[in-house]
């Protein structure tokens, strides 16, 4: 037998349609030329999906960066004192420079507010920016059209502000981090909204977590099976599908409106320093989140206690221990890494959350910096969100370059979650 | 003092018709502090039957009394909802709500479900570990960041794509668009949950039979997981019922009956943020009237939810 023969011999019989059985086609070509086109579908929209991400992200970064075209009031270079440029004047002369050109009044409002010579460089030279110069954002361009437009962009200037000024600006800078919050697009800043958020968030976690860990170790170690436990179980389940917006609704109403008199601090006595702002504080918003992850944090706490070995128990309870020295120091120790990381996954959406606080009464200004639970709030969603919804381009570029704050905030958290659970889990596998 | 001092357990209390032991009944002993533990725990459960009771009532309290001025046959049948003139007909809202949850679920219907497909019957196990990551990351992203995208990348495409003129700044498909990619990754997990837990032996036996993996992708193991999927696809509908930053940012500010994706208006959850945002007065009917469009948007909300829960318990196929 010849060694082609052999092979042939040994390929499986073949299935065309002209040997099948009498109505059988199995149509094998067909069928898997299909189910390969079909296949490149299923993987291409697999693909879509991912590549809304990019474009999301893409979106985004394109417009935090870009040329920037400003006109100034007062040409800076007109501001020379001595022969020496503005950059170059020291703080005595800029101080003249900004006395000479502002009214007498002004001027002195702004001396009683911090004295000249007590001023620094910078202050000073941001102070006469804002004061003299008056620099208005004429147009903004995002990062794509900065690259490969450059030729468009200088002849809108030529055509519309020949003297105006054009620089390439990226709008997330340490100075959105550091001012407060402004009307004036070049000198917004976020300061007052992070620390909002900040506070908001540590209070919402006081709140929370001690709540959710508890109320996951009554149903899951307390009662099983109940009937009670079974009607609690339901309830968080549907409250876990309720949209956020009700949650802001039962915190205006029962938060901000019907516990006024604790959630603005009147009864610890004062309230912070605009008079508790009607209830609508960083308490109120704390508690209306705390209520909104609660669910959250419970089921996954739930989920965290259940994966604890009941062995461990058994032992614990064997050796004369009560229920609650087992849960103190074997079931919670045994799984407080997956409950933390639950616990920080709930809080990044929190971190997130707008509408409710709008519903609650985020203000829209704040004069002053959040200080403790009774401030007056806004957060840092907030603020892009209300950045977002003004017409002009050049807060869009600020509500860019805020949201990349707020998600490099929230992939911090969701690090620290991951840290926290490598760390736990080392910890457990050397014994302790 | 007695010998059995020596043993340092002290017994909590003197009992002469007890029989003296060395090793006191332990099981016995009343722990009030176990006790006050348990109570608190309970506390801390009962605080979310607590918060329904909550919603319950604050939203029950505040529309009855907008109810009381406003009939229920107005509110649901009027086509004008201008609380400046006294009109309350929820429709335009309702109408708004409709078409952004409907092109949400014409997005992330199709792709959820085949992206999940994709997941659970064909990516081999790298890729998987890489593209769950990534859906995860799109689920977590806040709504305010997709209201921003809706807003500045989709409505200009939209606009270049269709013609200025036809499009709106503010418009409702943009805003479904976005809100389709939003619970997309909801539906595409729940899905591939589900399509993962139909049983191997499922597959094996269509495989024997000859059929080829589209075959058994499609004709075995999407039938036999068709609870989970219907269940995902209710819960997604109810999460784009409910979202509200989307829609407050891209669909447009004011209510406008109409059921045209190309025009702006305003939804349930729009106007709520968009009125209580401003200052409000806790007496006007304009503060009431939002709890009564809250509570029908609870109402729908959950029964979706008990629904999707009610189909998956239903429905399920109880394999060995």
């Known amino acids: 037998m010849s060694a082609t023969s052999r092979l042939e011999a040994r390929q499986p019989p073949s299935f065309g349609d002209e040997d099948a059985p009498e109505g059988f086609r199995p149509n094998l070509a067909a069928r898997k030329k299909r189910g390969e086109r079909r296949r490149l579908l299923f993987l291409c929209s697999t693909v879509l999906a991912v590549l809304f991400l990019v474009a999301l992200i893409a979106s985004v970064v394109n417009q935090s960066f870009g040329y920037v ?72 361009w995002n990062l794509s059209k900065s690259i490969f437009g450059k030729r468009e962009i200088l002849a809108f200037k030529e055509a519309n ?57 009554w149903l899951e170690e307390y009662t099983k099976d109940s009937a009670l436990s079974r009607i609690v179980q339901t309830n968080i389940y549907n409250l876990a599908g309720v949209p956020s917006i009700i949650y802001g609704m039962l915190g205006l109403a029962f938060f901000v409106r019907g516990l006024e008199p604790f959630t603005s601090g009147a ?90 606080l709008v519903v609650v009464g985020a203000s829209t200004f704040l004069s002053q910096d959040p200080t403790g639970p009774f401030s007056k709030f806004t957060t840092l969603p907030i603020q ?12 869009r570029n600020l509500a860019a370059a805020a ?23 080392k910890e457990k596998r050397l014994g302790r | 003092m007695s010998d059995s001092g020596a043993l340092s357990v002290r017994e909590p209390s003197f009992d002469p018709d007890r029989p003296r032991s060395a090793v006191p009944d332990l099981g016995r002993r009343r722990r009030p502090a176990e006790a006050l533990i348990q109570s ?56 708004a709500t409709f078409t952004t949850s409907l092109w949400a679920m014409a997005l992330a219907l199709p792709l959820g479900l085949v992206v999940a497909i994709y997941l659970a019957e064909y990516a081999p196990e790298r890729v998987r570990d890489v593209l769950k990551p990534i859906l995860e990351v799109l689920a977590g992203i806040p709504t305010v960041v997709y209201g921003y995208f809706a807003l500045t990348t989709v409505t200009p495409v939209l606009r270049s794509v269709l013609g200025e003129g036809n499009v709106e700044v503010y418009n409702t498909l943009s805003a479904g668009l976005v809100m389709g990619i939003l619970i997309l990754p909801l539906i595409a997990s729940m899905c591939e949950d589900a399509l993962s837990s139909v049983p191997l032996s499922l597959r094996e036996g269509a495989y024997a039979m000859g059929a ?28 784009a019922v409910g979202e509200t930053m989307i829609v407050a940012i891209a669909a447009g500010a004011g209510p406008n009956f109409t059921l045209n994706p190309l025009r702006s208006a305003e939804t349930m959850t729009g106007h709520i943020v968009r009125i209580s945002g401003g200052d409000l007065s806790y007496d006007s009917i304009d503060y009431t009237s939002l709890f009564a469009i809250a509570i029908l948007l609870f109402v729908t909300t959950l029964l979706l939810n008990l629904i999707s829960r009610w189909i998956i318990s239903r429905y399920r196929e109880v394999y060995e």
């Open chain 1, 69 to 140: 075209l400003t006109v100034a009031q007062i040409d800076p270079a007109s501001l020379e004192r001595e022969g020496l440029p503005l950059e170059k004047q020291d703080a005595k002369a800029l101080a003249a420079t900004l006395g000479e050109h502002v009214s007498r009044r002004y001027f002195a409002k702004l001396e009683a507010e911090k004295p000249m010579a007590a001023r620094n460089r910078e202050e000073l030279l941001s102070l006469i920016e804002a004061e003299v110069v008056k620099a208005k954002v004429l147009a903004t």
């Open chain 1, 161 to 217: 502000a020949p003297e105006g000024r054009l620089f390439f600006r990226s709008w997330v800078n340490a100075a959105l981090l550091s001012n407060p919050q402004s009307s004036d697009a070049m000198r917004a800043g976020i300061r007052g909204p992070v620390i909002g958020s900040l506070l908001t968030i540590l209070f919402t976690i006081l709140i929370a977590l001690p709540l959710g860990v508890g109320a996951a170790i």
């Open chain 1, 403 to 425: 949201i990349l704050v707020l998600l490099l905030l929230l992939l911090s958290l969701n690090a620290a979650a991951i840290i926290l659970r490598n760390k736990y889990r």
């Open chain 2, 212 to 239: 080829t993996k589209l075959e058994v992708s499609t004709r075995v193991v999407v039938p036999a997981a068709f609870s989970g999927l219907a269940a995902a696809f209710i819960l997604g509908l109810s999460r």
């Open chain 1, 384 to 395: 892009i969100y209300q950045w977002t919804a003004r017409p002009q381009a050049e807060f």
């Open chain 2, 40 to 95: 608190f725990l309970f506390l801390c459960a009962s605080v979310s039957v607590l918060t329904t009771i909550g919603i319950v009532v604050t939203l029950g309290t505040e529309s009855y009394s907008f109810f009381k001025e406003v009939s229920f046959l107005e509110f649901f049948t009027g086509r004008v909802w201008q609380p400046a003139i006294e009109k309350f007909g929820i429709l335009p809202l309702l109408a």
């Open chain 1, 267 to 356: 009864v610890f006595g004062g309230g912070g320093e605009d008079g508790g702002a009607n209830g609508r504080t960083i308490l109120s918003a704390s508690l209306t989140l705390a209520i909104l992850i609660l669910p959250v944090v419970i089921i996954n706490a739930q989920e965290a206690i259940k994966a604890v070995p009941q062995s461990l128990r058994q032992s614990s309870l064997a050796v004369g221990a009560t229920k609650w020295q087992t849960i103190w120091h074997h079931v919670i120790p045994a799984s407080i890494d997956r409950v933390l990381t639950g616990a920080v996954l709930a809080v990044s959406r929190a971190l997130g959350e707008t509408a409710p």
